[in-house]
């Protein structure tokens, strides 16, 4: 096993202490108010509630090894909660609010959580009975209340009485994440505090322009998720940082214009949708606006190609300048007006909509992760990117590929990680543990993937997920799935065809972009009649036949669609909290409707 040499703050609270030393007074937070408007606290100011929560949590008799959970979505005391437990030399468990009540369950049995913080009474209301059932859970604490049992109570009781930070060693655990799981329950993934300093700072070399301007976010990845704590929470405190908190999916679009992030960490869904929009709106609008931005972006495009032989061309440059004083610059002002760029993980961004974002001043970089390398594994820097590509490997990380695992001649493998963000190990799991960490330590991803002469780790699909045809030939239906998700009709998508002769592919449509085609075309805007309709099944059919085509081996094309009147959602049990696709649950659903169509 090798011991990693890890740089310094390579623990958490060491980590946040020298923050505060540096940025006492600089903003932090910011929350939406009643109004509408953000209201911003100090670094010092969250200092002084970890402070008071600490010795709170001290009275309550938290200490060493000992649990405390949350349930709450990205907010001041997410934050607070965290560096407080820490400081008492506990794990911090997080779960998402949009979570069913038997996974909190579970994962507080699991984990043997003793103080629980929940974000407001309604889910209080849900889980007050959990101690009978759970004796390990001691006190549940509600951080939207007043009274003995909030967390206004536990913050002036350490007040009174205040207990230094402990600091913990880097080898010890600071977090107890628990993996979405697509079947089965959830596993814990034990993240150390050396695991997560480690991957911070390798994730901030990447952008070393970082350091040098006012580094603003707007918060969109839930805390929850290890991505959005180790790319934002930890990294802009490193940095001396603010972070606007993002108040719903819904408002992300007026809630950057207000926040005016200069750096934003997201998901590929969000770009998408963000270039699905422009799209929508320039062919709904049509005329001279679309010409100049057709224009723009065909110039931009060259101006790209030209510049990559060493050349350029007058006409070109000016077609490029004209679109973006006209267009360009209005699409960066909707996003802020001070993005210098954005990070996105999760899945593979399509690399036609990242050049898209490129060409119009918007650098979008593509990196890969996982929870149980606390995430981050591989990156595009800000110097050193390839579209296409999730980076290269980030320091002190090393990346293998294992040919063993896959068909002979095979051009990629599983790829294995080894490095300081590997996790420690699956909370009560041995066997998990041990199937997916080498002897060496290195970290079994369960993903595909190719590294190219230059480092540059390209991901071919999932291995868990990739299936034969009747004919013996792979498919991997995660990668078809999102190249899919990008077709204006197509909200959701599904492919489905172990030992079969093709590929069946159920979508659930963009409700909105097919209603407005319903109502062109004249027909039915009653969902469910539409979705019926064998018009409508082979257009929408022929559109994802022309998106795949040459992305795609012919016989991986799905042949057959169905369409849904109900998308996958959490609430139906077919997605996870991280908006993954739970395929087993999905596909049991759909059983009969796809036997029906292999059998016509």
């Known amino acids: 096993m090798h011991t990693w040499t890890l740089d310094k703050p390579d623990n958490l609270i060491d980590w946040w202490q020298e923050s505060i030393a540096k940025f006492a007074d600089r903003r932090l937070f910011g929350t939406k108010n009643k109004n509408g408007t953000y209201e911003w606290v100090t670094y010092k100011e969250v200092g002084d509630r970890i402070n008071n929560l600490r010795a709170g949590l001290a009275h309550l008799e938290i200490g060493n090894g000992d649990a405390v959970g949350i349930i709450a979505n990205n907010r001041v005391e997410w934050a607070v909660a965290a560096f407080a437990t820490w400081g008492r030399m506990a794990r911090f468990v997080p779960m998402y609010e949009a979570e069913l009540i038997q996974i909190w369950k579970y994962i507080i049995t699991d984990s043997q959580i003793k103080v629980l913080f929940v974000s407001k009474p309604e889910i209080y209301e849900k889980i007050k009975d959990f101690p009978k059932d759970i004796p390990t859970l001691k006190h549940i604490v509600i951080i939207d209340a007043e009274g003995k049992n909030s967390m206004a109570v536990i913050e002036k009781m350490g007040a009174a009485k205040p207990v230094p930070s402990q600091h913990p060693k880097p080898d010890d655990v600071a977090e107890l994440i628990y993996t979405s799981g697509t079947t089965g329950n959830p596993k814990g993934v034990l993240l150390t505090h050396g695991n997560f300093t480690s991957n911070a700072l390798a994730g901030v070399k990447m952008y070393p322009e970082l350091k040098a301007n006012e580094v603003v976010t707007l918060a969109i990845l839930p805390w929850a998720h290890s991505f959005g704590q180790t790319a934002e929470l930890f990294g802009v405190t490193h940095l001396g940082g603010a972070m606007g908190l993002v108040e719903s999916p819904a408002t992300i679009v007026s809630d950057i214009l207000q926040v005016r992030p200069t750096f934003l960490v997201a998901v590929p869904r969000v770009f998408n949708r963000i270039y699905d929009g422009l799209w929508a709106k320039m062919n709904k609008e049509g005329g001279l606006a679309k010409t100049i931005f057709v224009m723009g972006v065909e110039a931009a495009k060259k101006k790209r190609e030209l510049r990559a032989k060493g050349q350029s061309d007058f006409i070109t440059n000016f077609k490029y300048r004209l679109g973006d004083k006209i267009v360009f610059k209005k699409i960066r002002g909707r996003l802020g007006g001070r993005l210098m760029a954005s990070m996105s993980g ?24 996982l929870t149980e390398t606390s995430p981050a594994v591989a990156m595009n820097a800000s110097f050193d ?48 543990t041990k199937a997916s960490i080498t002897p060496e330590g290195g970290f079994r991803t369960g993903d595909r993937g190719r590294l190219d ?13 990739q299936y034969k045809l009747e004919n013996g030939k792979f498919c991997f239906p995660a990668a078809m799935e999102e190249e899919i998700c990008l077709i204006p009709f197509v909200q959701q998508a599904v492919i489905y065809g172990i030992n079969r002769p093709y590929n069946i592919c159920s979508i659930v449509p963009d409700f909105d972009v097919l209603l407005e085609y319903a109502k062109e075309k004249g027909l039915s805007t009653d969902i469910k009649v539409l979705i019926d309709r064998q018009d409508v099944v082979d257009m929408i059919g022929a559109a994802v036949t022309n998106q795949l085509k040459g992305k795609f081996g012919s016989y991986e094309i799905p042949k057959k669609f169905i369409l849904l009147s109900e998308a996958f959602t959490l609430d139906n049990g077919t997605l996870t909290p991280t908006m993954k696709l739970k395929r087993n649950a999905v596909l049991a659903k759909l059983k009969d409707k796809i036997e029906a169509l292999y059998k016509e």
């Open 346 to 369: 999760s899945a593979a961004m399509n690399p036609e909509i990242a050049q898209f974002f490129f060409d119009i001043g918007i650098p979008v970089y593509d990196c890969y992760g």
């Open 453 to 465: 002469k230059d480092g540059f780790l390209y991901i071919t699909g999932r291995i868990k997920e």
């Open 385 to 432: 990117y390839r579209l296409g590509s999730v980076g290269k490997a980030i320091d002190k990380v090393k990346i293998v590929i294992d040919k063993s695992v896959v068909e002979e001649d095979a051009p990629d493998g599983e790829i294995v990680v080894y490095g300081p963000n590997v996790m420690k190990g699956y909370h009560n799991r041995p066997e998990d």
